[in-house]
């Protein structure tokens, strides 16, 4: 790899944070900026480096957009497939609301717009890690969460639609709990971003939009459809009100 020093064996924060970017001098300011905040850093160059870096299972990506050998919303979407869910910020200069949704859909877990400031980074990647699906202890098992037919297990992280697996990223299953822990109940879009991705601070809500749309497309291939959109409010996980009975579990 490129890296401009060896990674350090451990960390305070006891994370491990992958950065790949291309430019050498905001590659140093996060190598910089990351090890002093406590974080063990690697890093790569391109998209060939990052794929070998994620072999090393960091905790987190800080992954630049436009790479000289790929693109970083082309490589998540590798990686998704191959079944790699290591959580992704993407470092992006495109700042459109079409390449935030393509980002955002490929994968990602948040976005940051160069150029951009440090903190800002440091403040995401905690709220990334601070979501993290640690496994429970065995003084904390969880019963599983159920509505109509669907049911998802937070101990094992399975989810099911009508006995169905359903393969989800670990964004979209943070969202789909926070949804069934609430079910019938209307969920403003702020209070599911706070849920969800524990912002400290104001995040964009089109994010919600996003990741609400990838999960119907799995949820709802089985009908009835269960997530439903309350224009200008936010979203509500229920039957359709024409009368349907829930499935029994």
């Known amino acids: 790899m490129s890296d401009q020093s060896p990674p350090p064996r451990t960390s305070a924060t006891g994370h491990t944070v992958l950065v790949v970017e291309d ?28 794929k070998a870096g994620v072999d090393r299972r960091p905790d987190l990506i800080v992954l630049d957009v436009m790479l000289p050998d790929t693109d970083g919303f082309r490589l998540v979407r590798e990686l998704r497939s191959l079944g790699t869910y290591t959580p992704v910020l993407f470092l992006t200069a495109r700042d459109g609301v079409e390449d935030r949704i393509i980002g955002l859909s490929s994968g990602g877990d948040d976005y940051v717009t160069k150029p951009f400031h440090v903190q ?15 496994p429970a202890s065995r003084l904390d098992v969880r019963p599983p969460l159920r509505y109509a037919d ?58 919600v939009d996003t990741y609400v749309k990838n999960l119907r497309r799995k949820v709802d291939c089985e009908r009835p459809a269960l997530i439903h959109t309350v224009r200008g409010v936010g979203y509500c996980l229920r039957l359709p009100r024409d009368g349907t009975k829930a499935a029994a579990p």
């Open 23 to 50: 430019d050498p001098s905001i590659r140093a300011l996060l190598i910089s900026a990351l090890g002093a905040a406590g974080y063990a850093v690697a890093v790569a160059a391109n998209g060939q480096e990052a």
């Open 150 to 207: 669907l049911t998802l297990d937070e101990n094992t992280h399975d989810v099911q639609r009508a006995g169905r697996p359903l393969k989800l990223s670990p964004t979209e299953f943070r969202l789909l709990a926070c949804l069934l822990s609430h079910p019938e109940r209307v969920l403003e879009k702020s209070e599911i971003l706070q849920q969800v991705w524990h912002y400290d601070f104001s995040g964009d809500t089109r994010i």
């Open 120 to 134: 800002e980074v440091l403040l995401r990647i905690r709220a990334i890690l601070r979501r993290g699906t640690a």
